[in-house]
């Protein structure tokens, strides 16, 4: 095997393995789209795309939240008083939850409606997306490890976790569930045992601890995995400070919690202002010397930014780094093709085909008035130390220039579909993508089916020499 550069990896390019095996294994066997022709000329001409990872709930997962909804109704029976209003009541939370609001009332779990709307419909929805990203992530706990939740509310995530990784109901774990509403947490575990107990009929080793305390509180132990969802949201925006300062404190206060070779999950919403608070936390994360490992396929600029433009502004970063010459210092990844000059860039979110979703719970949301067609979020995985795999290293040698990267994206390159397919002029379909080479247009020949929201890719085609004139995208053919 050629040994793996670092700078390549950290760019998120695909090893050359065929270039010392013999010519036959040089070909991989999951090359779509070969046209009949001569073998040399389908090797040079042929795009090849390879399936890594799709965004998506594992047949298990849904599997198990089929058990969701008695689940929840056993432990947390609705009071005839309240089922008639239920509907008005999700009604309610929802418009409550989506509004631009710079942030929400601390209890606003606090009171039995809102709580119970809260589980009935928030619940599962979150337990679905988290379960699209869970199932597929390449992760793995040590037997012991510890689980920090911040703002677990009514520990959707460990739930999300037991349905998405049935290898881990046999691990011993410590899962430290803090939120500042202590009833959504006790909510949480009756439902969380019920749920495990009505599904398998036993239940995980899990150790869980419920701390009624607010993100930058104590705990006694640092974790291997730390994770949040839905919670930032919540007050990120409270704060006036430049948006990648309050980055910059947030990452700091989250490593914090996690161990020196621990790695974190964080899931917002989906909307433009969750997108651009991960893009910054992103930045920051890597300031601090935490890798994404996704959904990023590189660890250069994040060119779906939303409104974040950078952690300090230029002055300051050089005087950071202590001398006015050295750039690119922590706190400046180094640039990638950007969407077409706009007030706001898109920002990094997935949407997840919502028919997925077990019937009961399509039926919940109807009812409540909010059918749900795809379930939206933003999200990142990140890590250090011993956690962070090369294939997203820490990017401080890359200086490599577009035009070197362009180059070497014809031997392999990762590519994380971002959006829903749409029809270009040419009669072919285009998905936006992010790759090394920054903002990209996955092109897909027409009658070709195009790839689910979060599908990760390893795509071999050389980039078109011009990039899309409308987005200003590089174009991928696939
Ligand atoms: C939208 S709920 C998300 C709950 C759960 N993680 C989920 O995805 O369904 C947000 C939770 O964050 C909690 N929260 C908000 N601000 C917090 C803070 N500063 N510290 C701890 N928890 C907080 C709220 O009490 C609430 O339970």
Sequence with gaps: ????????L????????????????????YVTNVHPGPRQAQRRAAPAVRPLEILAPSTESLRALESLQAAIDESFPLQAKHRDSLRGDIRQLWEELTSDREYRSVDYLGTPPALSAYLRYFLPWNVFRLASILSNADFCLPDNAVIIDIGSGPLTLPIALWASRPELRDVPLTIYCMDRVERALEAGKAIFETFCLRAEGRLPPWRIELRKESFGGSLPERAHLLTSANVFNEFFWKDRAPLGERALATARSLLGYLRADGSLFIMEPGDPRSGAFISALRAALLAEGAAPLGPCPHALSCPMPGIFRHL????ETRVAKGDPNAAPSRFVLPPVAMPKKRDKFPWCHFGIDASKAPAWLEAVSAEAGLPK?????????AARGASARPAVGIPDPLRSSERERRAKASKGILVRV???????????????????LGYTLVKRPRGEAPFESGALLEVTAAPL???DEKSGAIVLPS
């Design 1 to 8: 095997m050629p040994p793996l550069s670092a700078e390549g």
């Design 10 to 29: 950290a760019a998120g390019f695909i090893p050359d393995f065929g270039a010392e095996l013999g010519d036959e294994d040089a070909i991989p066997r």
């Design 312 to 315: 300090l502004p230029p002055e």
């Design 373 to 381: 067609e795809r379930a939206v979020l933003s999200y990142i995985w």
């Design 418 to 436: 971002v959006s829903e397919p749409f029809a270009l002029p040419d009669g072919s379909a285009g998905q936006y993508a992010c790759s090394s």
């Design 465 to 467: 020499p011009r990039n």
